[in-house]
Each structure stands twice: as C-alpha cells, then as structure tokens.
C-alpha cells in the first residue's frame, strides 16, 4: 500500500482491486459520508431521469458540514450492521436545518425514522448495490465512489489537490498499479478538477463567513442568524435544485452561478 504519498492525476497508483470478489463491503457502512457536490448531483438527475428536487426526497440527505447544509447519498438501513460498528453521526445545526427545510427539503439524519430508536445510527447499505456486488449507477456514480480507495489533499495555497490512498480502503490484498486519470474515467478530467478545487474552496470561504457570523451561547454552542439560513438556502437552490440546461456544458453554467453566489458573500 503506497500510503503517505501523493498523486498527480498523470501518475501510477496500487489502486485496482484485482482479485475484488464483489463483497461489497465499499458499499456498505458509510452513513453519511458519500458528499455529493454539484457536478454529481446533475450526474444522478440525468443519469436516473429524476429533477433534483425529486432525489432530495429519497435519494439524498443532508448534513451539517461547517455551518454549511450539504447533500450526501442517502443509505438505506443495512440489516447486517452490528451496533459496535456505528461511526458518530454528523452535528445538528438548527438554524441551517431550518432554512433547508423551509425549502420543503426532508432533512433527516441518516436511518432516522427507518430503525428502531435504539438503532438509529446503523450506517447502511447503498440503494445501488445490487445483489451481485456491482454498482447499479457506475456510469454515473459520485466522485466519492470514484475515487475510492484515493482521497484528495488540498493545498490551500495553489488552491490544487493531490489525491492519496485511504488507509481504510479495501482489505482485499494485490492491488495493481493503474493511471489515476484511467481509475477515476471522469471525461475532460483537467476542467473536472478545477471545478472541484473551486467547489471546495467556495465552500470553504461560505464557512468562513457563517463562523464570522456567529454568535455563542453561554455553552460555546453557535446561534446562527437569519442570513445564515438564507445562505444555505440559497446554496441549495443555485447549485443543486436548479436544474443544470443539459444543451449547455456544465462547468459553463457552474461558473456563471458561482460567480453570482460569490457576490451574496
Ligand atoms: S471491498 Fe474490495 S473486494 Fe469488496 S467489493 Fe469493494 S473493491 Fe471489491
Ligand atoms: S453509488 Fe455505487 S459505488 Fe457508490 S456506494 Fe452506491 S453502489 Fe457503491
């Protein structure tokens, strides 16, 4: 396992399953980890015909994620889950919650309402592992998916990634090098990057503002104010429940409403 270092998208990586018995395991157990950014919103929506507003019903959830509200794919309960293997699950922030909810958006944390109360934190099973271990959505899965088992490094100062290979990855041995670009199969990969680097970093500045914004309890715990609400609202809206014209190249329109919500800032 080549942990510890860093890749371009150019280079070699251990990162092919070769003898990959389709388990599933990678499927399983993610709670709410599988984030979802735009990019792989309209991916879902056009790869399974259904408007976004439609995959926030069922399809995706949402968490907390530095005062920011952002959407992850939605596992359904996993009967196999044994209780010690349960992860922590994400903070609540009212305030944010409130203003995705207002949207008519289901904010749910994961299994809730689908287990038995003393259960609630049953990481899950992905919807779209089918019964042979394969993904039903590959032409169209996540970038999370994607990568797996690599994760990005951001460097704050060139504002680029580099990715590397996750320690937890799959347990199954004799992995064997492949180009990363290859791995990943993401068509015009260099503008796919930038976009992501300037996804995390827009959303990095949103944070920065909402702390800027807070204000604390007695406690230490943050009261968000009603700007907070609007611009998770609006973040929702714009980026993701907007639909993204298919005739048109996405990165294009993703430009056009990240320079309207930097305005908001
Ligand atoms: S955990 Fe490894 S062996 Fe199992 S399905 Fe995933 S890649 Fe294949
Ligand atoms: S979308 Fe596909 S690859 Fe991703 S977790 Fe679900 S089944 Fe696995």
Redesign the pocket.
């Known amino acids: 396992m080549e942990t510890g270092r860093t890749f371009q998208a150019q280079d070699m990586a251990k990162v092919y399953?070769e003898?990959?018995?389709?388990?599933?395991?990678?499927?399983h157990g993610m709670s709410d980890t599988i984030h979802l950014d735009p990019y792989d919103v309209d991916q879902l929506s056009k790869g399974l015909g259904l408007a976004p507003q439609e995959l926030f019903r069922d399809v995706i959830a949402l968490h907390a994620d530095g005062g920011m509200i952002l959407p992850h794919l939605h596992m359904l309960p996993d009967p196999d889950w044994k209780p010690a293997a349960a992860p922590a699950s994400s903070a609540n922030i009212p305030g944010a919650r409130a203003a995705a909810a207002a949207m008519g958006l289901r904010v749910v944390d994961d299994m809730e309402g689908s287990m038995a109360p003393d259960a609630q934190t049953n990481p899950g099973v992905c919807r779209f592992l089918k019964e042979d271990?394969r993904c039903a959505i590959h032409a169209f899965r996540p970038g999370f998916c994607r990568l797996?088992?690599l994760g990005r490094d951001y460097d704050a100062d060139t504002r680029t990634f580099r990715y590397f290979i996750v320690d937890n990855?799959?347990?199954?041995p004799g992995k064997m090098k492949v180009r990363i670009s290859k791995w990943l199969g993401v068509p015009n990969l260099t503008r796919y990057e930038r976009y992501i680097s300037d996804w995390h970093y827009f959303c990095r500045e949103v944070q920065a503002k909402i702390a800027s914004l807070d204000e604390l309890n007695p406690d230490g715990t943050a009261v968000r104010g009603s700007f907070t609400e609007k611009l998770t609202a609006f973040i929702l809206q714009v980026f993701y429940l907007t639909p993204y014209d298919p005739s048109r190249d996405f990165y294009e329109l993703f430009d056009l409403r990240l320079a309207e919500a930097r305005k908001v800032l």
């Open positions: 399953c003898k990959c018995n389709g388990c599933g395991d990678c499927c271990g797996f088992p990855g799959c347990p199954m």
